[in-house]
């Protein structure tokens, strides 16, 4: 895409889920990078184009019927085989018959070429491997690209690694980068372990494996470092390792290796298995498992040699693989298309129809608090434009995103109605089904720790939307039931939490299937009032001490005790203002009344957008207004809620005791310290250190918005990852 923009050739990128990831990955960065720039520009299944050439890339995206059928009208059809059609042992990896066969359902093609009562469909191999692997003849209207579309990288991506600075054998890190599939390590415990040795001094660094992942190989050598897949960008990675090593499993058929290719682009040596010779030719070096140790010793050795290999596979890629090849690569096909794009077909778009608006349905359930509806605000007021968030929640502070100018329905839950849960489950359904057929979201994010059966079954009805569970880490054991949830959703997100040291709960089991993101906030720190600016909304003077206090609604775990010692304490501080923030939520006993002229009690959403007008903060332990006081540099004494049904906030606020960003009073611990507690608070020495901590923190993009560009990528996606049929 980038070399097409270098062209001067104006591209469209239309997302689609294919059925070999499962996981929720999200769009890879240098694709998002080059949507942001303007480099290429984003297709809605619902707009009708026409292009002198549609690509598609990789086969197994065409195993079932694109779903919904894209409006595009091809001069030239192209589809780049990136896998063998069967692999080493001969396992079929996909049907050339039925991928044509939903390449014709799905596109318009151009003008007839005279090979078929309709346009031909051609094949572009991306190795010699791939072509062999054809069966002839090709199914009816196929054609076969003369050349094989081999691996292209831009060579700026991929910067030589410095030289290695002395030739010693005894100390070398080896280096192997792959998908966490486990075809592509070998069969055996006994060659693994010989293709990447470790005497001393020797060690590994596998990007895109764990031990699960090699669990049948028993226990791993201590000198193996197993990174996750993308846990490091990958030229980063591959300046990291003197050498690199590759061998697969016999049943596994390698297509190409780009991965390899990338390694020779950065100048580290590679050492194959002999079956890569064809595609790599001189520019690597060949072995057995049990021949790789004496070879990397000698290559250790002599610096002429690691020079010259190094060398080699530069000069390969430059000559073979560069980028600036894609011009002659396409020039050709994109002629053709333009003459199959007839008089009676419509000329391809010189600039693209704005994307149309697509629904987004944020759906969440009541909980104690307000967080999570507080969470999905945080990311509706970042999506991008085109995309219309609507809400519908079961939470009474529904009002906040009514207030917010948001599209709200309330749904009750069961216990709003005092319903039993097996009466409300199939009633909730229908409502929530019929919500989605009046609306139909692209995409429904749910937010809720508990998965009730009436969401589930009403989106596996509706089953058009992509859906997505945004559900925080900190689990109590008691929400162990809900885990199974996450195979009835098409992707988890789990927003960051900072004190995830203490995390013991049931979500870690799951930690791999999910899509991490930072922490996050409703508000960033940086877009906050200034101290004057919040203190002139407030009404409150300048030279006043001001400490804010918002302990919850306390619906679940009663705080009255402590809030009234607390509130003597400090109202009876002389020059110190209390500022009681009273939560949306709150049901239980009458509204509290002002205990002193120093005592004020208000309303006040989003919170947080104020806090540089507080000195300090005495605030209940929730995600969001954890993040946001501990991001923000707020000096706050925490005071969890330690309900059976709630996250693990108390380890969120010792974690930030343990850790001196903040302090922590526990309702039934630590009413005793009270008021020593809130002289360290107020304490002008203690609160400074508690800000350079917090300052120090690393600082990270802000979560929402990360799920915000997840959401609209998948608001415009065509779905083949699934058979296509009626559902029930």
């Known amino acids: ?50 292009a002198r050439l549609v690509l598609v890339h990789h086969p197994s995206v065409l195993e079932h019927p694109l779903a919904p059928r894209p409006r595009i009208l091809a001069g030239q059809l192209i589809i780049v085989l990136h896998h063998p059609a069967r692999d080493a042992a001969g396992a079929v990896q996909y049907d050339l018959s039925t991928v044509l066969r939903h390449a014709r359902m799905g596109f318009d093609l151009g003008a007839d070429t005279g090979a078929d009562t309709r346009s031909a469909i051609w094949l572009a191999p991306v190795s010699a491997v791939v072509r062999h692997g054809l069966s002839a003849p090709l199914p009816q209207g196929a054609q076969l690209l003369p050349d094989d579309w081999t691996n292209l990288i831009d060579l700026a991506d991929w910067p030589p690694r410095p030289p290695r600075q002395s030739a010693q054998a005894d100390r070398l890190v080896l280096g ?21 040795p470790t005497p001393p001094g020797w060690r590994l660094r596998a990007l895109g494996a764990d031990a699960e992942l090699l669990a049948d190989y028993g226990p791993l050598p201590a000198a193996w470092d197993l990174l996750p897949f993308n846990a490091e960008p990958v030229a980063e990675y591959l300046h990291s390792v003197d050498v690199w090593v590759y061998f697969h499993s016999q049943a596994w058929s390698e297509a190409f290796g780009r991965a390899t290719l990338e390694t020779m682009a950065c100048g580290v040596p590679v050492v194959l298995a002999p079956l890569f010779r064809p595609l790599f030719g001189e520019a690597a070096l060949y072995c057995t498992p049990a021949e790789v140790e004496p070879l990397l010793r000698r290559l250790a050795q002599d610096p002429v040699f690691w020079a010259e290999r190094a060398a080699a596979g530069r000069r390969f890629a430059e000559t073979t693989h560069a980028a600036g090849l894609f011009a002659a690569r396409i020039t050709p096909l994109l002629d053709a298309g333009a003459n199959a794009l007839t008089a009676d077909t ?12 697509a629904k987004v349905l944020f759906l969440s359930s009541n909980g104690i608090g307000m ?32 207030k917010a100018g948001l599209a709200t329905e309330f749904l009750p839950g069961h216990r709003n109605g005092g319903l039993d ?25 749910y937010d809720a720790t508990a998965v009730f059966e009436g969401v589930i079954a009403a989106l596996h009805s509706y089953a058009e939307a992509f859906t997505v569970w945004v559900r925080r880490p900190m689990w109590q054991e008691c929400h162990r039931v809900f885990l199974p949830a996450l195979w009835e959703f098409d992707a988890v997100i789990e927003p960051g939490e900072l004190a ?26 940086g877009a906050r009032l200034t101290s004057a600016a919040a203190r002139r909304a407030l009404d409150l003077p300048e030279a006043a001490t001001v400490v804010a206090v918002q302990l919850g609604g306390g619906n679940n775990y009663p705080l009255g005790d402590l809030r009234s010692r607390l509130l003597a304490d400090l109202l009876a501080r002389p020059g110190l203002i209390v500022l009681e923030i009273t939560a949306p ?21 989003p919170l947080f957008r104020y806090s540089r007008g507080f000195d300090a903060m005495v605030s209940a332990a929730g995600y969001n ?104």
């Open 421 to 445: 849960p097996s009466d409300w489950n199939p009633q909730f359904a229908e409502h929530l089904l019929e919500l989605l057929i009046r609306l139909r979201p692209r995409v429904v994010m």
């Open 346 to 357: 419509p000329a391809p778009h010189i600039s693209l129809p704005p994307l149309p608006d």
């Open 176 to 196: 192997r980068h792959a998908r966490p599939d486990r075809k592509k390590w070998p069969d055996t415990a006994a060659e693994a372990f010989a293709a990447w």
């Open 371 to 402: 967080g999570h509806l507080v969470q999905q605000m945080a990311i509706a007021e970042r999506l991008a434009p085109g995309l219309v968030p609507v809400f519908a929640t079961m939470s009474y502070a529904a009002q906040l995103t009514r």
């Open 625 to 728: 207004a954890f993040h946001e006081l501990v991001l923000g540099g707020v000096p706050t004494l925490f005071v969890p809620n330690e309900g059976p049904e709630m996250d693990m906030q108390v380890n969120r606020a010792i974690w930030a005791d343990l850790a001196g960003l903040a302090l922590i009073c526990r309702r039934d611990r630590h009413q005793p310290q009270l008021s020593q507690l809130l002289d360290r608070l107020l304490s002008p020495v203690e609160a400074a250190a508690m800000r350079r901590r917090m300052a120090a923190l690393p600082r990270t993009p802000n979560g929402a918005q990360v799920i915000a560009d997840y959401v609209e990528d998948h608001a415009r996606l065509i779905r083949a990852d699934r058979p296509a049929g009626l559902q029930a």
């Open 585 to 605: 939520i709150a049901v239980t006993g009458p509204a509290p009344q002002p205990l002193a002229e120093n005592h004020r009690i208000l309303p006040l959403f």
């Open 1 to 50: 895409m980038a070399e097409a923009a270098r062209m001067g050739l104006r591209t469209g990128l239309l997302m689609l889920r294919g059925p070999i990831i499962r996981h929720p990955f999200p769009v890879h960065p240098q694709i998002r990078r080059l949507l942001e720039d303007g480099a290429v520009e984003r297709i809605d299944p619902d707009q009708a184009l026409s």
């Open 500 to 525: 995830e040291a203490l995390d013991t709960g049931p979500t870690l089991e799951q930690r791999n299937m999910v899509l991490p993101v930072p922490p996050v906030l409703h508000v960033d720190p």
